[in-house]
C-alpha cells in the first residue's frame, strides 16, 4: 500500500536543482520524492515497478524505470536525466530491501543479490552522478542506510552486511568529493512503517522457518509482523523530513538518524558498552531463546 501523499507547498528551496530517488514506488523513497518535488526541485523517481508510481506524475514527479540489478538499466537511467538536465545534482540512494534467514542457510545466490542492490547498485548509480556534481563544484548524495548499518541482529547477516558496507563507502566517498563542494549524507532510519518489515519477516520464515533455527525465527517474525514493532515505527514523512533538514544546512551533518527511538535505541546499544551485553539485550527485545 502506497505511503498517504504528504507534499508541503514549494518554496523555491531548490529551483533549478535537479534530483533523483531510487527506491520510489512506496514508503521513504515516495515520501522524498514528493518533499523534493515539493521544495522546488526537477524530481525524478526511479523504480522496478514503474506502474506503481504513476500517481506521482500528478504532484509534478517524474517517472523512470531502474534495476539495480542491471548496468544498463542504471546507466539509462543516469543518461536520460543528463539529456534533459546535464546531470543529478541531488541523488537519493534509497532502494533496497532486507534479506532475512540464518547465515548458514540463506542461498548464496540470495546474498550476491543481496549485496548488489544495496551496495553495488548504489555504487554505479553514485558513479554516474559524480562527475556532474563535481564539475559544478555542488552536489548532495544521500545515502539511506539504516541503524542496521551500526548495530547487527541475528537473522539478518547479508542485510547488516550491505548496510556495514554502504556506512564504510560513504565514509570514504565523503572524505573523496568534500573539496570538490560534494556532501555525502548518511541517513539511518529505524522502525519505519512501509513494506520492508513484511519482505523481510517473509524471507526470514522462508528461508529458516522449519529448520535448526525455527526455535528463535518463529517469535523473530512474530514481531517484525507483530503491532509491538509498528506501535514503535515512524513514518517516511521524518525521513524526508531528515532530508530537508540536511538540505537547509548551511554544512549538513555526515550522518543522521530518525526518528527518534532509533536514536534512543543506539544510545542504550552504546551504553551498554561489551557486544555480549549488546548481544543479550538484543535477544530479550526480540524474545529469542538463549538456548536451542
Not at 501523499?5 to 514528493?34: C, H, K, Q, Y
Not at 509534478?60 to 534495476?67: F, M, S, T
Not at 554544512?251 to 527518534?260: D, L, V, W
Request: glycine share 10%; net charge positive.
Amino acid at each position: 500500500m502506497n505511503t498517504p501523499l504528504s507534499p508541503r507547498p514549494s518554496n523555491g528551496l531548490l529551483s533549478n536543482r535537479t534530483a533523483l530517488v531510487t527506491g520510489a514506488s512506496a514508503g521513504i523513497g515516495e515520501a522524498i520524492a514528493l518533499r523534493l518535488a515539493a521544495l522546488g526541485a526537477t524530481t525524478y523517481a526511479a523504480a522496478r515497478r514503474t506502474e506503481r508510481m504513476r500517481h506521482l506524475q500528478d504532484h509534478g514527479v517524474r517517472v523512470l524505470p531502474l534495476d539495480l540489478t542491471d548496468e544498463a538499466s542504471i546507466r539509462a537511467c543516469a543518461d536520460s536525466i543528463a539529456a534533459e538536465h546535464g546531470g543529478i545534482d541531488i541523488l537519493v540512494n534509497n532502494a533496497g530491501y532486507g534479506s532475512y534467514g540464518s547465515v548458514e542457510e540463506v542461498p548464496m545466490d540470495d546474498a550476491r543479490r543481496q549485496i548488489e542492490v544495496n551496495l553495488f547498485g548504489l555504487a554505479a548509480l553514485s558513479k554516474y552522478a559524480i562527475p556532474h556534481m563535481r564539475a559544478q563544484r555542488w552536489g548532495k548524495i544521500f545515502n539511506i542506510t539504516s541503524v542496521g548499518g551500526l548495530s547487527a541482529a541475528p537473522y539478518g547477516g547479508w542485510y547488516h552486511a550491505s548496510k556495514f558496507a554502504v556506512e564504510g563507502l560513504s565514509s570514504s566517498l565523503r572524505q573523496e568529493l568534500s573539496p570538490f563542494g560534494v556532501d555525502v549524507v548518511l541517513v539511518r532510519p529505524g522502525a519505519i512503517k512501509t513494506e520492508w518489515a513484511g519482505i523481510a519477516a517473509d524471507s526470514l520464515l522462508r528461508v529458516s522457518g522449519d529448520g535448526p533455527y525455527a526455535k528463535a525465527v518463529r517469535p523473530l517474525h512474530a514481531l517484525f509482523t507483530g503491532e509491538q514493532l509498528q506501535g514503535m515505527a515512524g513514518t517516511p514523512d521524518q525521513i524526508a523530513d531528515t532530508i530537508e533538514q540536511a538540505l537547509r544546512a548551511r554544512r549538513p551533518r555526515s550522518a543522521y538518524i530518525a526518528p527518534r527511538a532509533a536514536r534512543t535505541m543506539i544510545a542504550i546499544g552504546r551504553l551498554l558498552g561489551s557486544d555480549r551485553l549488546r548481544d543479550r539485550a538484543m535477544r530479550a527485545f526480540m524474545r529469542l531463546p538463549a538456548t536451542m
